[in-house]
């Protein structure tokens, strides 16, 4: 008997498992929040400098003042950073900086973290370092928290994550300066690496393979609808503040429910705590009216049903195995490229909704609802065509979308937007084959080690993604031309990649060299065969 026969007699699709991965899939939905926040709290609205605070204007109005103090640029429209030294009506005067801050136009939102510390101007760069500061927070507690799963538990360490990202969250509400925020969202990224990962262990762990992708393909949409969600919770709060406690406090929730969580069995084994594991067992089983069944578990049953586990365990396998055969080289290398430019080139395009000159909230909606259709659609195109193929299109589209966009004059907003649109889709379906094809292509023993280690490529790509738009500073179209050609190059690399449909999983590293001299020998065959066969056409012929 194997565990999943054992799981399948406490019942594996009951209602433990149903209430199981509903509450641990809720938290899901606000990870998007806390990954596009930046979009809402960080908004920059128009602004301009503040008149000389030593002169009398008050009988003016606040145009007037305006036209006296601020130039206007080349568009007509009034210079954000500087201002004439001295009040006047032309522009031959000397001007210098905003030496008495600025004046914002709230019209959009109540208050956020640029007006709030004056992130413009000489300080604009303070924005994106904001995000990329986020963004290693995600890549540490990737780090962190993959340690602490493995020593003390999932429920431990999701229950450490929930209870971070609420105070994190809360404290960054309440920062009274612009580095106290920046360490609390650091903090928020750390945890939002440790709800999504010790999440998906404890679903994964609890129900049968045949349900798997059914429930991973929900869990992925929890994250779309979060995308939605973000945009009508920032609609109807404009204040940064409350906003950053809108999408906190809700992992306050979470915490307490979290409690009633059972630890993965699968793990207790491993850990030799096989007593516990089979308390839990039979809690799963009372749970879903197999009060009966559960009572014939005990530690032998148990220990013979993970016997094959734990003999897997006491091998050891480290990153390096990754690297070790020239075949799991170039998987390694290929993935890692990859999931890279997938996550580079999608937060490029989520994290700037601005520069689309479309309502930030309309753009969101938009954003998020792409998802759908094109999670689906590359879901059909994995099955039909192949994990290799879909991967490198979904790559090579996107890129050329986000190209092209930088022919379509500004002016053109809704061409531009849907191009836009049309590449962060294609990154969608990217992810989504990424998170099917790279578990199906590392063998089982250095299944884990692989996963964490493309996934770090891929939360080191969001790291880079806000610090490319500063580039824009001095050529406007260079951030596009990157964003748009590492994954036009990334898709060429995916060609490279063995297809893994219709296989098996492979248990080890010598398998995935079986497998793929298995596929060499048949198109060597085949194509002498066809060699062959065109001789003998010739012959006939002549």
Known sequence: MAFADLLEQVGSTGRFQIVHVTLLSLPILMMASHNLLQNFVASVPPHYCS????????????????????????KGKPERCRRFAQPQNHSTVALEGCDNGWEYNMTEMSSTIITEWDLVCDRRSLKQMGQ?????????GAIIFGGLSDKFGRRFSLLFSHLMMAVGGTCAAFATSFTMFCVFRFACGMALSGVILNSLSLIVE??????????????AYCYTLGQLL???????????????????????????????????????????????????????ARINGRHAEGEK???????????KEM?????????????RT???????????????????????????????????????????????????????????????????????????????????PFEHQTIR??????GKGCLAASFSCCYLYSPELYPTVVRQNGMGFVSMMARLGAMVAPLVLLLGEGVSWLPGLIYGGVPILSGFCAVFLPETLGTGLPDTVQDVEERLDEKQILTTCLSSQQKQELTLTLKEAA
């Open 51 to 74: 008149g000389p605070a030593n002169l009398s204007l008050q009988p003016l109005s606040k145009g007037d003042v305006l036209r006296l103090t601020v130039p206007l640029d080349s």
């Open 132 to 140: 990329t500061i986020y963004m290693g927070g995600v890549l540490l």
């Open 206 to 219: 609890w129900i049968p393979t045949r349900v798997r992708t059914v429930v991973g393909t929900g869990t």
């Open 230 to 284: 973000l945009a009508g919770v920032a609609y109807c709060i404009r204040d940064w503040r409350w906003l950053m406690l809108a999408v906190s406090l809700p992992f306050y929730i979470s915490f307490v429910y979290s409690w009633w969580f059972l630890e993965s069995a699968r793990w207790l084994v491993l850990k030799r705590k096989s007593e516990q594991a089979v308390k839990n067992l039979r809690t799963v």
């Open 297 to 307: 578990i005990n530690l032998e049953v148990l220990q013979e049903s993970m016997k």
């Open 311 to 323: 003999s897997c365990s006491q091998g050891n396998y480290s990153a390096l195995d990754l690297f």
């Open 326 to 408: 020239s075949t799991m080289r170039i998987i390694t290398i290929c993935l890692s490229t990859v999931w890279f430019s997938t996550s580079f080139a999608y937060y490029g395009l989520s994290m700037d909704l601005q520069k689309f000159g479309v309502d930030i909230y309309l753009i969101q909606v938009i954003f998020g609802s792409v998802d759908i259709p094109a999670k689906v659609i590359m879901t059909v195109s994995m099955s039909v065509i192949g994990r290799r193929p879909s991967q490198s299109a979904a790559l090579i589209i996107a890129g050329v979308a986000v190209l092209v966009n930088l022919l379509v």
């Open 417 to 422: 937007t849907s191009l836009a649109v049309l």
